[in-house]
C-alpha cells in the first residue's frame, strides 16, 4: 500500500528566506504526487503534481516540488516566502499500479512565516 | 457550480443518531472521493465512485458508514448510530478521472456528543 511521510511537524521561515517542505513516499509501483494546501477553515487546495516527464514541476503561488526518484522524495519549495504562506501542507501520493485511484496523505506541516 | 460543495458545514449529532452529509462534486467530474480527517491529522480515504459505481470502500471503518451516488452526481456519505470516534472533518473531492488532480470541498466538521 501506498504512504507518505512528512517528517517535520512544524516549518518555521522568516519572510522572504527559502521555504522546503519535506516529504517522502512509498508504494509498490509508479507514483503520481501531489501537494495541497490547508488554510484554517477551509478546504484542501491543490497546489501542483508530478505525473511524469520533468522532475521539477512547477505550480501556484510561486510553489515548486523536485521529484526524486532515488531517495522517493517529493520535497516542496519556494524561493521567497511570504507570510500569506503561513497554512497547513499535505503531500499525498496514488499509486497508479496499485490499481485504485486513492491518495495517501501525509499527517501534514504546519508552516509558520515569520514577518 | 464553481466548485465541490458541502452540506451541512457543520453538525452536532448525539450519540446513536443518524446523520447524513451531502456532496455536490464539479459538475462533469467522474470521480468522487469521500475522506475523514481527525484532528491534527491527514485525511484518510473512506471510498471512491467512478459515476454512480462505487469502485472502492474499503477505507469505511464500519458497517455504519454507508454511502452512496445513485445518479452518478451528488453523493452522499450516511452514518448510522454515531459514535464520539466518528467526530472529525469529511471531505469530498472530485476528479475528471481517476488520475487527475481531485479538487475538494470545504468539508463537514461533524461533532457527535
Known amino acids: 500500500a501506498q504512504s507518505v511521510a512528512q517528517p517535520e511537524d512544524q516549518v518555521n521561515v522568516a519572510e522572504g528566506n527559502p521555504l522546503t517542505v519535506k516529504c517522502t513516499y512509498s508504494v509498490s509501483g509508479n507514483p503520481y504526487l501531489f501537494w495541497y494546501v490547508q488554510y484554517p477553515n477551509r478546504g484542501l487546495q491543490f497546489l501542483l503534481k508530478?505525473?511524469?516527464?520533468?522532475?521539477l514541476v512547477k505550480g501556484s503561488y510561486g510553489f515548486e516540488a523536485e521529484f526524486n526518484k532515488s531517495q522517493t522524495s517529493f520535497h516542496l519549495k519556494k524561493p521567497s516566502a511570504l507570510v500569506s504562506d503561513s497554512a497547513l501542507y499535505f503531500c499525498?501520493?496514488?499509486?497508479?499500479?496499485?490499481?485504485?485511484?486513492?491518495?495517501?496523505f501525509g499527517k501534514g506541516n504546519q508552516v509558520v512565516v515569520i514577518p | 457550480g464553481a466548485g465541490v460543495s458541502q452540506s451541512p458545514r457543520y453538525k452536532v449529532a448525539k450519540r446513536g443518531q443518524d446523520v447524513a452529509l451531502r456532496c455536490d462534486p464539479i459538475s462533469g467530474h467522474v470521480s468522487l472521493f469521500w475522506y475523514q480527517q481527525a484532528l491534527g491529522q491527514g485525511p484518510e480515504f473512506l471510498t471512491y465512485?467512478?459515476?454512480?459505481?462505487?469502485?472502492?470502500k474499503s477505507g469505511l471503518p464500519s458497517d455504519r458508514f454507508f454511502a452512496e451516488r445513485p445518479e452518478g452526481s451528488v453523493s452522499t456519505l450516511k452514518i448510522q448510530r454515531t459514535q464520539q470516534e466518528d467526530s472529525a472533518v469529511y471531505l469530498c473531492?472530485?476528479?475528471?478521472?481517476?488520475?487527475?488532480?481531485?479538487?475538494f470541498g470545504q468539508g463537514t466538521r461533524l461533532t457527535v456528543v
Open positions: 508530478y505525473i511524469t516527464g520533468d522532475n
Open positions: 499525498a501520493v496514488r499509486d497508479i499500479n496499485y490499481g485504485n485511484n486513492r491518495l495517501a
Open positions: 465512485f467512478q459515476n454512480e459505481a462505487q469502485l472502492d
Open positions: 473531492a472530485s476528479s475528471l478521472e481517476g488520475n487527475t488532480e481531485a479538487f
